[in-house]
């Protein structure tokens, strides 16, 4: 028997309770998994709160992302003993995901664990990280240089922007992190931002076209926060978006990207195809420094999950929130 975090939907409220459960009650797939971390994302903390409709059938084990060991395979890509990582492809919220000490997938959705990763380092790194490649990746394939100018985060002291702003200064990017915290100057600083700003001073009502402050952006709260960075542009440069935490509407206007030949780039780890994927962790395995870990990672119990899945939604987080399975 193993730990698992279910979820169930009880008179249309969801409800998390910790439980036992057999190998024989996981769903289908060709390779079982011995889970050792999960992480603990926003999308996570919707689904354990039920505050989204991010459920798609309950009962669930929600967890999109986690890493382990290969306990069983019956794909000749992966043998047991393994290490292997998962993001995306719905689980945690199609199919049961990393909120379990075992769990059963299809052979196509893992990934290797690269040289130079454990599983510890690589939840510490998880969705949120991956996302936050995507986000540089997206920049560096557009022309955006360390030379072309500024690089402003928006939610910088979450999962994804956190990691955004150590891997764009780890590549000598001049980063501008913003915060609805200002208690998070510090750590984002040690990060390597040079400058900060207030979520209120990126958030205000912008004109359609205002000063050229940005060569290249990552956005990870959308709304009006997305529609201020658009129109602080530089011309030819380009906004990698990420989130919606601020809202999926964009009062904007066309003038950025005519008048400055702005590009906007959508980011989603859930659709990433398969190479790249494998590409990305090869490429984080490589970027992010050994110091990084201890920063940004803190590891609770799974039965710590249901109030983390509150205290991230609140934004009381600051950085990554790994679940260590083994606890």
Same mark, same amino acid.
Request: aromatic share 6%; proline share 5%; net charge negative.
């Given at each position: ?43 996570? @903390?919707?689904?354990?709160? &039920? ?17 382990? +060991? ?19 492809? &719905? ?30 380092? =690589? ?19 557009? &022309?955006?240089?360390?030379?072309? @100018? ?10 994804? @922007? ?82 919606? =935490? ?6 904007? +206007? ?42 940004? &990672? ?16 609140? @934004? ?12």
């Amino acid at each position: 028997m193993f730990k698992a975090l279910i979820l169930n939907q009880v008179e249309g409220k969801t409800h998390a309770e910790v439980r036992h459960l057999n190998v024989s009650d996981l769903p289908e797939g060709e390779v079982l998994v011995d889970v050792a971390y999960s992480s603990l994302n926003y999308k996570d @903390g919707l689904a354990v709160t &039920g505050t989204g409709k991010i459920i798609r059938s309950f009962p669930m084990v929600p967890g999109i992302d986690f890493a382990g +060991t290969v306990a069983e395979s019956a794909d000749a890509r992966f043998k047991a003993g393994d290490p292997v990582i998962l993001t995306g492809w &719905g689980v945690g919220e199609r199919h049961w995901g990393g909120f379990a000490q075992k769990a059963r997938v299809k052979a196509d959705w893992l990934v290797p664990m690269p040289a130079g990763l454990d599983a510890k380092q =690589a939840m510490i790194i998880g969705t949120a990280g991956f996302t936050a490649m995507l986000c540089v990746m997206a920049l560096e394939e557009a &022309g955006v240089t360390p030379d072309s @100018g500024k690089v402003v985060v928006t939610g910088a002291a979450g999962g994804v @922007g956190s990691v955004s702003v150590l891997l764009l200064a780890q590549l000598g990017y001049h980063v501008v992190a913003v915060s609805g915290r200002p208690e998070t100057q510090d750590f984002l600083t040690a990060l390597g931002a040079k400058e900060f700003m207030t979520r209120e001073e990126m958030s205000r009502p912008a004109h359609p076209l205002e000063s050229q402050n940005w060569a290249g952006a990552v956005d990870v709260v959308g709304g009006s926060t997305l529609a201020r960075v658009l129109a602080e542009m530089q011309y030819g440069g380009t906004v990698a978006a990420c989130g919606l =935490a601020g809202g999926f509407e964009l009062n904007t +206007t066309v003038m950025p990207f005519i008048l400055r030949n702005v590009s906007l780039r959508g980011v989603d780890s859930v659709s990433c195809p398969q190479e790249r994927r494998v590409k990305v962790w090869e490429r984080l395995a490589a970027a992010m420094p050994p110091s990084a870990y201890a920063e940004l &990672g803190c590891a609770i119990a799974l039965e710590e999950v249901p109030q983390a899945a509150k205290d991230i939604l609140a @934004g009381r987080i600051q950085g990554r929130l790994l679940v260590n399975l083994n606890l």
